[in-house]
């Protein structure tokens, strides 16, 4: 065979491959065996082996392909992935309707389209005249990491669109989620837990972490396929409705849901809600809920966005899975950082597939809160459908309870004595606040003495406080009082290390003030954008997630920031508003003032709170004030919120 032959045949088998990988990953509907399939893509092989010049990089024989990267690089998206407002509450729903609704006229006949909400990972496909040239993670919804060699080996993502039916667009980009199903989650899990490695906690998990290898062959090995729900940018094809764009996204190859519905009014999207929550311990993959989305482009268009949700879309998500079982023991366990929290063992008990046994009660002051002792009744939840909690207890008339549970005199782990001061010292610690003089006595004085029963308690201490206590004088007790006032103003790395996060010592505080640059974004965070922190996996991501999201550890962190100034880390060196300074004077209509500081600070600018030659940009909305004088008087560049929007892209 000649090259020209052999061109002609390569051409013909892609073709082939192509269409029949479409047939068995997109569409569920194999029209040949895996025999007869492995024989045409064994010929294809060998003709590429034989002419290595006629090797084409969207060639079916090259998803694995490339060494192992040193780290993923950060690529900007073609349109922002934004977050969607979400809720359980049915009322909510209602709420968002009737915005609708009022938005685009009450007499007017809306359509929504609905679908399952897949539990998976966020990803950005992009397309060139049909070929596949890069996938992203969803990252911060601007920018994310570069995952194409990964991508690149799910074979569910057509690396050549099909163009038989609907011709291709010259540039697409699209957001589908990846995940791994129920069974091939259960089977990755034993065969990891056969090679003597840990199993993954949930679907979503062993998804995200295995598309974020940073070797393909590994990656390969995972059973990971994607579905793809939306187009975000579009050159060369243009659509009326959400229904087209699905329509041209399955005709394209692309594995779309086959549970979508489109629903006249909340009362259908209900229905529809029903019936998925009946059917969802039967379905083959892990869902969270459903979306609803207006079908109609344009009226999309009207309604916009906010700097975080898209305003004609929402998630209407399941309540946490929660089931009923028996305390056995309440155990003190020791943590990283030597803190000892006390644990509820239980009966094993099912929860959405995953079998519970034990649960984090916090502290003791969630204990006794709860009112939970060893013997009663709870009902125990997955928040989130991935970390256990204890909910509430249950009464059980005329049954005896178990005494009130006590924190141990001693440390289970090394006998010394226990007092609440490993949080304390921790807090104070050198990579901490790094407070003078906040040693292992001293905190064990202000625990015994009732000084401080929790960190915010530091703050309010006085040099009358602690004179009185045994081994402090005048001196060392003003020492100590302004050693806590000049720690009051803190690095974000220090109070994140000093917080006690599960699984965040040093190194981790320091990438992720690097990454986040506020506590409040940080906190705000959820466990897909943590994990795209170097460093950062999925278990470790949903462990930081958990941390901020109980309400005592919520409602500890704000008392702490009433007494702390917390100065903003450094931005990354990357970004187009990089060593940009902005300030922002009066009201804005679209974003709250949060939202418009955490938008540009993604983008490698800084915040300040005054005026001066050095500003770069005022932003100045309704009402505003001495700002803006002062910065016309200064010759600055004032912006309106439309020029602001403008410059970041936000339509």
Request: hydrophobic content about 40%.
């Amino acid at each position: 065979m000649n090259e020209d032959q052999a061109r002609q045949r390569i051409e013909e088998l892609r073709t082939e491959i192509r269409r029949h990988d479409i047939l068995y990953y997109g569409d569920d509907r194999p029209q040949i065996s895996d025999e007869v399939y492995d024989e045409l893509f064994s010929e294809l092989k060998a003709l590429e082996g034989e002419f290595p010049q006629l090797v084409a990089l969207d060639s079916p024989t090259q998803r694995v392909a490339g060494t192992p990267l040193s780290r993923f690089e950060t690529v900007n998206h073609e349109a922002p992935m934004l977050s969607l407002d979400s809720d359980q509450d049915p009322a909510a729903l209602r709420r968002f309707d009737e915005r609708i609704r009022k938005a685009l006229g009450e007499d007017r006949e809306l359509r929504y389209v609905v679908e399952p909400k897949l539990d998976g990972l966020s990803i950005e496909l992009v397309f060139e005249d049909g070929r596949f040239v890069r996938a992203s993670t969803r990252g911060d919804g601007l920018r994310g990491e570069d995952v194409s060699a990964n991508v690149r080996t799910i074979r569910s993502i057509p690396l050549r669109l099909r163009d038989d039916g609907l011709p291709v667009p010259h540039r697409l980009s699209v957001r589908g989620e990846v995940i791994i199903r129920s069974r091939e989650f259960a089977e990755l899990n034993e065969r990891l837990m056969n090679e003597g490695r840990e199993p993954f906690a949930n679907p979503r998990n062993s998804a995200a972490g295995s598309l974020r290898q940073l070797d393909p062959e590994l990656a390969a090995s995972r059973p990971l396929e994607a579905f793809v729900y939306d187009a975000l940018h579009v050159e060369g094809a243009s659509f009326a409705s959400q229904t087209e764009v699905r329509q041209a996204l399955a005709a394209w190859g692309l594995r779309v849901s086959e549970r979508v519905r489109v629903a006249s009014d909340i009362d259908a999207v209900l229905e529809y809600f029903s019936e998925i929550e009946a059917e969802r311990d039967d379905l083959p993959y892990e869902i969270d809920g459903i979306v609803v989305k207006l079908d109609d482009l344009a009226d999309r268009e009207r309604l916009g966005s906010t700097a975080r949700h898209p305003r004609w879309a929402f998630a209407f998500k399941f309540a946490p899975r929660a089931e009923v079982t028996r305390i056995l023991a309440i155990a003190a366990s020791v943590g990283r950082t030597g803190v000892v929290t006390p644990v509820a063992l239980m009966e094993p008990v099912q929860i959405g597939g995953v079998t519970v046994s034990r649960a984090s009660l916090h502290n003791r002051e969630e204990v006794a809160r709860k009112e939970v002792r060893e013997g009663d009744l709870v009902r125990v939840q997955r928040a989130g459908d991935v970390i256990p909690q204890v909910v509430e207890r249950i009464e059980e008339k005329g049954r005896e309870r178990g005494p009130e549970f006590q924190m141990p005199a001693s440390c289970p782990s090394c006998g010394t004595d226990l007092i609440d001061r490993g949080r304390i010292q921790h807090f104070g610690s050198r990579q901490g606040l790094d407070v003078e003089g906040l040693g292992e006595e001293t905190a064990r004085l202000l625990v015994a003495e009732g000084l401080v029963k929790r960190l915010p308690d530091l703050f309010l201490l006085t040099t009358a406080d602690l004179v009185r206590l045994e081994g402090f004088a005048e001196l060392s007790a003003s020492n100590l009082i302004r050693a806590l006032g000049e720690a009051s103003r803190t690095e974000l790395r220090r109070l994140l290390y000093g917080l006690g996060i599960p699984e965040v010592g040093a190194a981790v505080a320091r990438d992720l003030a690097t990454h986040f640059r506020s506590i409040e974004a940080v906190r705000a965070a959820d466990p897909e954008a943590l994990a795209e922190v170097a460093g950062v996996g999925p278990v470790m991501a949903d462990r930081i997630a958990g941390f901020f999201a109980e309400p005592h550890n919520r409602d500890n962190l704000d008392e702490l920031l009433a007494h702390l100034t917390v100065e903003q880390s450094e931005p990354a060196s990357s970004g187009e508003l990089s060593g940009k300074s902005f300030v922002f004077t009066g009201g804005l209509e679209t974003l709250s003032r949060s939202e418009a500081k955490a938008l540009v600070e993604a983008r490698g600018a800084r915040v300040s709170g005054s005026v001066s030659a050095k500003t770069d940009f005022v932003v100045a909305g309704e009402s505003a004030g001495s700002k803006l004088a002062k910065a016309e008087e200064l010759g600055l560049e004032v912006l309106s919120e439309e020029d602001f929007r403008r410059m970041l892209g936000i339509t």
